[in-house]
């Protein structure tokens, strides 16, 4: 007997998400995508990962 029957569940789904995690330059500051006379000198774009899971009941 399967987890998923004994656990009375119709479907399980886990899942990830991820967003701006890796950024491939030579620039030197924070930021490459900050355009401006002070570049570099604002906070770089957050990265972002999301977990999750789905049941069906």
Do not use: C, H, W
């Not at 330059?25 to 957050?46: C, M, N, R, V």
């Amino acid at each position: 007997m399967s987890l998923i029957s004994r656990a009375k569940l119709s479907s399980v789904r886990l899942f990830a998400q991820g967003q701006n995690l890796l950024t491939f330059t030579q620039f030197q500051g924070f930021d490459p995508e900050i355009s401006g006379t002070l570049s570099g000198a604002q906070y770089p774009a957050l990265r972002t990962v999301t977990f999750g899971i789905s049941l069906g009941l």
